[in-house]
């Protein structure tokens, strides 16, 4: 099982990144996986997250209506759309995924996630 998340970098606030959570070893449509984000001297945040049954997703209140998660079965990628960025964005984000076949998405505190990949920088500038 692995995760390779990329697509990070600096954009300035109003900006738009899009993240790519890419899975391999697994098939990621069976599994949740969610997207996490932890700012320098922070706590790590659940930012959102997609389940493997019907694809339900949960997103954090603070980025609701600003960011997106989707999965793309065809690539096995999970992706996390990110607009209107902020400068309290800024942080390394890592997605993470719940080995137990069949599983969803209960909460964003990224207990259940046993599987994480290395995180990507996303900087947002004011």
């Known amino acids: 099982v692995q995760l390779q998340a990329s697509g990070g970098g600096l954009v300035q606030a109003g900006g738009s990144l899009r993240l790519s959570c890419a899975a391999s070893?697994?098939?990621?449509?069976?599994?949740?996986i969610g997207w996490f984000r932890q700012a320098l001297g922070k706590e790590r945040e659940g930012v959102a997250c997609?389940?493997?049954?019907?694809?339900?997703?949960f997103v954090a209140d603070s980025v609701q209506g600003r960011f997106t998660i989707s999965r793309d079965t065809a690539d096995n990628t999970v992706y996390l759309q990110m607009n209107s960025l902020k400068p309290e964005d800024t942080a390394a984000y890592y997605c993470?995924?719940?080995?137990?076949?069949?599983?969803?998405?209960?909460?964003?505190?990224?207990?259940?996630?046993?599987?994480w990949g290395k995180g990507t920088q996303v900087t947002v500038s004011s």
């Open positions: 070893g697994f098939r990621a449509s069976y599994y949740a």
């Open positions: 993470a995924t719940d080995s137990r076949l069949g599983s969803g998405c209960a909460d964003l505190s990224g207990d259940g996630m046993d599987y």
């Open positions: 997609v389940g493997s049954r019907d694809g339900g997703t």
